[in-house]
């Protein structure tokens, strides 16, 4: 018989990115049931996941990627005692429905010794016999030996390896995978989930327990009223999931206007040389005091100098889901205080930046239309975390990358451009060079409209002012609505 899966640990299954099959379902060729898919339609469409005499492990492995067998023995399993309540209470199911199917055996067994019974030893020529025939052979196909359903007892593993979260009300879905906390897994599954300090002091992070079990990974000082402890709240930041199906009601941020404004005194990590003139500026917040932003957004970085203080409006291009690290591109600009400082060796490991935010509306709307992204130069920066943060979504069905550079090393990251690419069947990756980035900018135009303006796609443009608003008139002109394009003039 068929196993019912969410789409969420469906996609997991099979390895292929949520939105991909969300648009399967858009395209009719998989059915949803109350929201959930059957793995017999799954395995008719994927039949790779189909499980041959390789052992479990090294198949859910080899039906992603080496990677993913990687992710799955170092970062997937989460600590012994966590993996101990999961398997109890996988346990417990088992037996629970082990003592039902024998009570549920024992009665049809009498029922047909019943039958036999009352019919007698030669039979009533009908509907006893009848009843005895039906009951005969019902338990035989019941008893007869069906190969498994692969689909269902790799969901079985996964459960005990990762769990999966339901968010109320927003109806969101994300793994707890190896030793994340409720929150650090939320914040990787790109989820805007309302918190403060991350390390139990400050509350924001409470969420309610509505079905399954937490566990503490790690104590914490926010004092809960028993009030709230005996409506099962918890402190996201402070607990993982101890059962393998959890719900949780918890408070989501609807976008930029939810976040608040903050100020950190962040450490310089590193300074890199992503380029000859460019750089990679790696801060770091306190433990205590983490960045709470969106993906696209920026912030302001404030250098105190004999000379006075110098600030400079930065986007992150790091992703949300590593609120301790930020990391900025900055290019070589004389005119620019900060940079200049930067690229004469004036700020190294050690050193304070005070840094003001989060600012801006650049972040990613919610929606299933495959995403296009254009970036020049360092506008690469925000295009990252806005790229990083739609694969931790992992709903677009797929994703394009152009990135015009207008100096010859501009390209700053081209190799984590091709490892998107190589690693995921629907994203696609355009460089390209032009001096000037107006003209770069219609040359990518004239490159989508090869074969993105006939679909419905959501555009993402980051970079100079002259770059941005050249792509955007191409494409408007071209009849893409205003509301599917979002730019971010640096
Ligand atoms: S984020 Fe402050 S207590 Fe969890």
Not at 34 to 60: D, F, I, K, M, N
Not at 166 to 188: I, N, Y
Not at 286 to 295: D, E, K, M, N, S
Not at 481 to 487: D, K, L, R, T, V
Request: net charge negative.
């Amino acid at each position: 018989m068929s196993h019912q899966l969410s789409l969420w640990r469906a996609a997991q299954l099979v390895g292929v990115a949520r939105g991909v099959l969300q648009q399967q379902v858009r395209d009719g060729k998989l059915a949803l049931n109350e929201g959930l898919v059957s793995t017999a339609e799954l395995l008719a469409l994927y039949p790779q996941a189909r499980l041959e005499e390789h052992g479990l492990l090294e198949r859910v492995a080899r039906i992603r990627d080496e990677a993913f067998g990687r992710r799955v023995r170092e970062r997937l399993l989460p600590s012994q005692e966590v993996l101990a309540q999961r398997l109890f209470q996988q346990s417990q199911d088992l037996a629970d429905l082990q003592r039902h199917l024998q009570r549920y055996h024992s009665l049809v067994v009498a029922i047909q010794q019943r039958v036999r019974e009352l019919r007698g030893p030669s039979g009533d020529g009908g509907p006893l016999d009848e009843l005895d025939h039906l009951v005969t052979q019902g338990l035989a196909r019941v008893l007869a030996t069906e190969s498994a359903d692969v689909l269902e007892v790799m969901d079985g593993m996964l459960k005990v390896m990762s769990a999966q979260v339901t968010v109320r009300p927003s109806g969101h879905e994300f793994t707890v995978e190896g030793h994340d906390t409720l929150l650090q897994a939320g914040l990787r599954a790109g989820l805007m989930l309302n918190y403060g300090c991350g390390n139990g002091s400050c509350g924001m992070c409470k969420v309610r327990v509505i079905a399954g079990e937490v566990v503490r990974t790690q104590p914490f000082d926010y004092p809960l009223s028993e009030a709230e402890k005996r409506q099962g709240y918890t402190l996201a930041c402070a607990h993982t999931a101890a059962s393998s199906e959890l719900t949780l009601e918890l408070l989501e941020a609807g976008g930029p206007e939810d976040i608040p404004l903050q100020q950190i005194v962040c450490h310089v990590r590193a300074v890199g040389e992503l380029a000859p003139d460019t750089r990679l500026l790696h801060l770091q917040t306190p433990r205590t005091h983490r960045l709470r932003f969106l993906a696209g957004q920026s912030v302001t970085l404030g250098l105190a100098t004999a000379g006075g203080d110098v600030h400079s409006l930065r986007p992150v291009a790091s992703c949300p889901c590593d609120d301790r690290n930020l990391h900025f591109f900055i290019a070589r600009d004389d005119t620019d205080a900060f940079a200049s400082r930067l690229f004469a060796g004036q700020l190294k490991p050690g050193d304070t930046v005070t840094v003001w935010g989060p600012s801006g509306r650049f972040v990613l709307s919610e929606g299933p239309r495959p995403l296009v992204f254009a970036a020049c130069d360092t506008g690469f920066a925000p295009i990252k975390s806005l790229i990083e943060h739609a694969l931790a979504l992992d709903a677009a069905p797929s994703m394009s990358l152009f990135w015009l550079a207008t100096r010859s090393d501009g390209h700053f990251m081209a190799n984590q451009c091709r490892a998107w690419s190589e690693a995921l069947d629907s994203f696609e990756v355009a460089l390209s060079t032009h001096a000037i980035a107006a003209v770069g900018a219609h040359q990518i135009a004239r490159a989508m409209r090869a074969d993105l303006f006939d679909i419905e796609c959501d555009f993402y443009l980051a970079g100079p002012p002259d770059f941005v608003e050249a792509l955007a008139d191409d494409l408007r002109a071209a009849g893409v609505p205003s509301a599917q394009i979002f730019a971010e003039a640096l």
